[in-house]
């Protein structure tokens, strides 16, 4: 199930859940109410409430960190109402139906839908059990936005959306699939809402079709449990999100410079030949990447070895590379071939999904008609079960020679695969049931590897992610089409990402298929991607700047160098993000909560606190820029700008729209860094606007 897919239901008969039975105290911060779909357990916190229904689950995956502080609650009731307070909270739950109205200090944060009908109470049930699972329905004022939901690549406002949650291969950035997704939403009103689920989740986001007065939630679990939470700002409900669901760490210094990369070096000559082209040209650059088919027998992948025809001797090759002052990317995915005897090992260990027809390894088929002429045919594979302890040893700790020949980073991809229902896991769970949480499982996996082996610092990139992936950084947007479309996209998909809870991302700058060789393209995607946590220059084909003529060389070359230049601001940037969940790249609603004309300018953002970004998407230079208020400064040539207004410029090829508020100052590094093996992040001097 890889497309996305699902029918308009038709709520019209589908009845609200009741209440059945009197409320009554199980702790000092928990109450359980009888419904006519079994006991509601309602848990106050600090932050909001959570309620909690269905089946206990079968494994939590351990998607949550650490449950927030609880709230001590007292508990009234009549023939109509069930009244729970706390010392900031109040929960108003209707009886007949069931209907809810949650107040922090006496102002109301959310409740159920108020949308009416002509013929019945509600046009949707404020809560009922479906044939799918569960299905919730909250109130939307008149103009409100909503924002998260992961990795998309549309508007970062969602309301009017109909959004699923659910990992896709989505093979670009053009449709509603996407790599990462978590069933986290907000709202510059004040509230937020957390799906804590490995299933499927449909959000109709004030969705005509539904209700465009509500937000729908569609939950395909047998279990429903829904946090909400009650803040001020968009910061606090991320802060409160990633502080439930886990941080990232700081990522090592080296992780911060550019990573090269294509589709794919075919040998050992022209990696090395573009490794010292790279260092010939004083190109910026601290990693390399060896891609799927770089240092893999396609035929045989997955199974942690060299291609035995190519690469005679992988530690001479990593020596040399380390030689040019380069770290080394290989990349991965949790699948093995059936043609490797390491599937027959697995599956006769029971270390793959299985069949639950047969019983035996599951044998994954792969989609061929998004292969051609470069993207080799796939064959037919196992799929590793993370959900089986040894199994999650075995390849946890089967990366250890990897990081002792060298390598210090893997690039982690895939992992939508596990979609068949008659896919079994060790744990029980089916396959669609897994299959949002696997990303997670495996993302967990290979950066634990990291932390455990790697002599450089772990980092990992993944392309597939789920809610707490944010735990084991970065992740990289795949896939964009090479043109200008699929540039803004793919910012728009890192935004999005950082507006839940994802603080790092990085784009495959140039794009990643259809190349034409578009050098003005290549610059302003090469140009933006710089004020990214990550940057990454990867596709099919070359994505060295001087393969795109000489022009276009000076100026991507000028903007590798103005990165590094601002690397210990960058580095100042990610540790803040660890501390509090803030995306590197930030959004204008959550960058100026204050100033709602922002909010409308989507594909401009703030890089951390102190740097605006307008982004060059069209041919010839023209940009159009909103400056919030103040007075502002153009970052490369000190122009001077006033806030509170639509700017529009016509930039020169090597120019970028970035400001800066008058009066900050920003810590810059040495001038001339080609990498980082034996220079540091010191601050030498600071630019001052």
């Known amino acids: 199930m890889s497309e996305f897919s699902l029918p308009v239901p038709s709520w019209n008969n589908i009845p609200p859940i009741e209440v059945t039975g009197i409320a009554r105290l199980l702790s000092d911060n928990q109450v359980v109410i009888g419904t006519s779909e079994g006991e509601m357990h309602i848990t106050f916190f600090d932050c909001g409430v959570r309620i909690l229904m269905g089946k206990e689950r079968r494994d939590d995956y351990q998607i949550l960190y650490s449950l927030p502080q609880r709230e001590h609650i007292a508990l009234a009731q009549d023939d109509e109402e069930i009244r729970i307070t706390s010392e900031q909270f109040e929960l108003l739950v209707n009886i007949s139906p069931f209907h809810f109205r949650l107040y922090k200090s006496g102002e109301l944060v959310q409740s159920s839908t108020r949308d009416g009908h002509f013929v019945r109470e509600y046009r949707l ?14 109130d939307l004022d008149n103009d409100e936005a909503v924002y998260g939901l992961g990795e998309k690549w549309g508007k970062l406002n969602k309301r009017g959306q109909l959004i699923r949650s659910f990992n896709s291969d989505a093979l670009g950035v053009n449709a509603e699939i996407s790599y990462k997704n978590t069933p986290f939403a907000w709202s510059p009103d004040g509230w937020g809402v957390f799906v804590h689920t490995p299933a499927p989740v449909t959000h109709g986001v004030g969705y005509a079709p539904w209700s465009q007065r509500a937000y729908g939630i569609l939950v395909e679990d047998e279990t429903l449990d829904v946090f909400l939470f009650a803040e001020k700002s968009g910061a606090e409900l991320i802060d409160t999100y990633t502080q439930l669901t886990g941080r990232a760490p700081v990522p090592p210094d080296w992780s911060l410079g550019v990573i090269l990369s294509k589709a794919y070096y075919k040998d050992v000559a022209e990696v090395l ?74 599956a006769d260990k029971g270390w793959l999904l299985k069949d639950s027809r047969t019983q035996e390894a599951y044998r994954y088929q792969w989609d061929m008609s998004a292969f051609g002429e470069t993207l080799t045919p796939l064959p037919e594979s ?34 939508e695969q596990v979609e068949d229902n008659n896919m079994l896991a060790h744990n029980g769970e089916s396959g669609i049931a897994l299959h949002n949480v696997y990303s997670l499982l495996y993302n967990r996996c290979v950066y634990e590897a990291a932390q455990m082996y790697s002599q ?51 784009t495959d700058v140039g794009g990643f298929y259809k190349d034409t060789r578009d050098a003005e393209l290549f610059v302003r995607w090469s140009q933006a991607a710089i004020f990214s946590a990550h940057y990454r220059l990867h596709g099919i084909g070359q994505r060295e700047p001087w393969s795109y003529g000489e022009e276009a060389a000076k100026a991507a070359t000028k903007a590798l160098q103005l990165r590094y230049r601002l690397l210990p601001y ?57 400056l919030p208020e103040g007075d502002w400064v153009m970052l490369q040539d000190g122009r001077e700008f006033n806030g509170g207004r639509v700017h529009r410029l016509n930039l020169k090829l090597d120019e970028i729209a970035v400001f800066v508020k008058r009066g900050t100052q920003i810590p810059l590094a040495a001038p001339g860094i080609e990498h980082l093996e034996h220079n540091s992040l010191d601050v030498v001097e600071y630019w001052s606007a």
């Open 125 to 138: 049930p404020p809560l009922a059990k479906v044939d799918e699972g569960w299905f919730v329905a909250l």
């Open 273 to 346: 030949s573009t490794a010292r082209t790279v260092r010939d040209n004083k190109m910026p650059c601290d990693v390399i990447t060896l891609d799927g088919r770089a240092w893999q027998d396609t035929d045989t992948r997955f199974a942690f070895e060299w291609d035995p025809k190519r690469y005679q001797d992988p530690a001479a090759l990593v020596k040399e590379l380390k030689s040019m002052g380069f770290k080394v990317c290989v990349w991965e995915y949790p699948l093995v071939s059936v043609q490797n005897p390491l599937f027959k090992e697995m």
């Open 382 to 415: 196992g799929i590793v079960d993370f959900t089986h302890p040894d199994a999650y040893t075995f390849w946890r700790d089967s990366h250890k020679p990897l990081f002792d020949l060298g390598i210090d980073m893997i690039k982690a991809d895939f992992g």
């Open 456 to 506: 450089t610092g772990a980092f990992l990139f993944s392309r597939s992610a789920w809610t707490g992936s944010q735990r084991y950084p970065s992740q990289w947007g795949g896939d964009p089409q090479a043109d200008w479309g699929g540039f803004a996209a793919n910012i728009r998909g890192g935004l999005s990402w950082g507006l839940s809870g994802g603080p790092y991302y990085a």
């Open 570 to 626: 960058i580095k100042k940037v990610v540790i803040e993000a660890s501390k509090s969940g803030l995306p590197v790249q930030r959004a204008m609603v959550l960058a100026c909560p204050e100033d709602p004309a922002s909010w409308a300018f989507e594909s401009q953002f703030m890089f951390g606190d102190d740097l605006l970004v307008a982004p060059c998407f069209k041919p010839g230079g023209d940009v159009q820029v909103y």
